[in-house]
Every structure is written in C-alpha cells, then in structure tokens.
C-alpha cells in the first residue's frame, strides 16, 4: 500500500529537481546562442583588424617572376616553385649593419613555423653575386632547414626591378622583410630589427595561410619578448 507521506515527498523532490533544472537549463538554451554569436564576432573582428594591419599593397605587387639560382640547393626555381605558400621575403648583403640580429630574427621566425606549417617559406634574395662566399659559410655555420628557406641569386637585374617597385633602395632592402601571400602577392613590409613589427609579421602571416586547420597548427608562445 502507498504510503501518502511518501508520494508527497516523491512529488517534491520532482518539483524541486524541475526547479533546478530550469534555473540551469533555460539560461543555457538561451546564453549559449549569445556566447556563439558573440565568440563569432570578435574573431571575425579580430581577423578583420589583423588583416586591416597588413595594409594590402593596391597596386598588386608580385614577387618577381624570373627565374632564380638556389643555394645551396643548386635548382633553378621561379614563382611557380611557391605557389600556395606563404613567403617571408628578405635581401641578403654581407655588408649591412646589425646583419647578425637580422639573420636571428630569419632563424627565429623559421623556428617557429617550420614545425607547425609547410605552408610558410622563407626566401633570402642575395643582392650581390660577390657575395656568395659569405651566403655560403653563413649557411655553414648555423645551418638553416633549406626545405622551409630558400637563397636565391638572380640572374639578371629583376631583383633591382623588384626594389624600385616595393619603393626600397638597396642600402635599406637588407633591413626589410616582406610578407607575401599565396599568389606571391605583397601583403606587407616590416623593419626587420625591430621585434615587435617581427612579431606583427608572424601574425599577419598566420593569417594568410589557407585553412583554419593550418592555423590552428600555430600556438603561440605566451612571453612577452614575443607577443606583446
């Protein structure tokens, strides 16, 4: 025989199950659209400003499409060699000042995407035929991974041609880099001995790759000497 205490206790431990759940419930099923959309629109705003950053040339500039001399690799390559690759453009002289520091920011950006994306290429382009005998005991000594980053020496002026159309003159071109995107178009242009316009670049390059799954490939580190 049912116990009516029983039934009366039953019934409220339901009601106050039902109570609780709709305390949780309905905020949910009605938060969780608001949070979608709000997380939505800050990383389209966040994309949106990023790539406002960049300050797309209009005027459409490529990279130059001659063919060049890799080193060490010994092939001739062109702009085909990279298409669908995100390319970190910079310009080799032996004879520029703080050329160290440049050369550590080159290794320092390779490191942290080479492992992470195949998608982001590195070109070094050398002004000068003379100075291959320092490219190559450079290369020597602190030994590049040569599949993410290329030396290249044209074999003609185009590279000069290049110079005149980015605005660059050959004595600052060593302390520039240059930010591409997939169609060897110019994205971008950054002092290369300053770490926070390096760090710019490495977001902004981040932002031309191809797929959400190649960025999310990318975690930043969190000290502050690099993302500030």
Known sequence: MNNPENNSNQKSNKRLIYLILSFVIFPLLVLM?????????????????LKAEMKLYRDSIKIPDNEFLSIPKNIETNR???????????????????CQKVWTELLR????????????HLISYVLKDEELDSLSLLIKTHNPDTSTWE??????DQIYNFLNQMKLDSLNAPYT???ADRKGIIANKYDARKTEEINNLMRHATMLLPAKEDRRKIKYKREKELYQ
């Open 33 to 49: 659209p608001l949070i979608t959309v709000y997380l939505s629109s800050s990383g389209l705003n966040a994309n949106k400003k």
């Open 80 to 98: 085909d060699t990279y298409e669908e690759k995100v390319l970190v453009l910079h310009f080799y002289d032996k004879d520029c000042k703080d």
């Open 109 to 120: 950006i390779q490191k942290e995407f080479s492992k992470k994306t195949k998608r982001i």
């Open 151 to 156: 030396m290249l020496v044209s074999k003609d």
């Open 177 to 179: 880099f240059i930010l």
